[in-house]
């Protein structure tokens, strides 16, 4: 990994730590399995590749993240993600892309000089049809009163950290 690439991923691992430090401190949920979403993704997320979207493939309209990952997944036969992502202004912002088998973030969103460090958990095609088919557009992690990530009951197979440097997005069978 490079150090540039390293140093963007560690920014938006401290970022996000300072907004569970800010939760923890500020609000009554250390009965929660995660005091919040920036918990769940620090300690549930996988890391993708920022890369250039292929030749013909088409993004979607600006602000429509969840929307467009969601359809662009589903078109592309990719998996969908929801988490948070590092811009080059050096915001982390809660964001939805695809990934493909080789790990690489296909954003279809957000142009590919603009995001530099992607953080998130992936979701199964039948997962995001389901919620799709039931309550509209995709936003599975971002919006709490629908999908309560404070008692999700599981954790991918293998299972690491962020700081301990994970790349896959794959999960053991």
């Given at each position: 990994m490079?150090a540039?690439?390293?140093?963007h991923?560690s920014?938006?691992?401290?970022?996000?730590?300072?907004?569970?430090?800010?939760h923890v401190a500020?609000?009554?949920t250390?009965t929660w399995?995660?005091t919040?979403?920036?918990?769940?993704?620090?300690?549930?997320?996988y890391w993708?590749?920022?890369?250039?979207?292929?030749?013909g493939?088409?993004?979607g309209?600006?602000g429509?993240c969840?929307?467009?990952?969601?359809?662009?997944a589903?078109?592309h036969?990719?998996?969908?993600?929801e988490?948070?992502?590092?811009?080059?202004a050096?915001?982390?912002y809660?964001?939805?892309?695809?990934?493909?088998d080789?790990?690489?973030?296909?954003?279809?969103t957000?142009?590919?000089?603009?995001?530099?460090?992607?953080l998130?958990?992936?979701?199964?095609?039948?997962?995001?049809?389901?919620?799709?088919r039931?309550?509209?557009?995709?936003?599975?992690?971002?919006?709490?009163?629908?999908?309560d990530?404070?008692?999700?009951p599981?954790?991918?197979?293998r299972?690491?950290?962020?700081s301990?440097g994970?790349?896959s997005?794959?999960?053991s069978?």
């Amino acid at each position: 990994m490079s150090a540039q690439r390293e140093a963007h991923q560690s920014h938006l691992v401290d970022w996000l730590s300072t907004q569970v430090e800010i939760h923890v401190a500020l609000a009554n949920t250390r009965t929660w399995l995660f005091t919040c979403v920036e918990e769940l993704v620090l300690e549930s997320g996988y890391w993708g590749n920022p890369t250039e979207l292929p030749p013909g493939h088409i993004r979607g309209a600006a602000g429509r993240c969840f929307a467009n990952a969601s359809a662009y997944a589903t078109v592309h036969r990719l998996t969908y993600v929801e988490g948070f992502a590092l811009s080059t202004a050096g915001i982390a912002y809660p964001h939805a892309w695809a990934v493909d088998d080789a790990d690489n973030v296909h954003d279809s969103t957000w142009p590919a000089t603009r995001g530099l460090a992607y953080l998130g958990i992936p979701f199964s095609a039948a997962y995001v049809e389901a919620f799709n088919r039931t309550l509209g557009d995709a936003r599975l992690v971002h919006d709490a009163h629908l999908d309560d990530y404070r008692d999700t009951p599981s954790r991918p197979t293998r299972w690491r950290s962020p700081s301990a440097g994970r790349t896959s997005w794959r999960r053991s069978s």
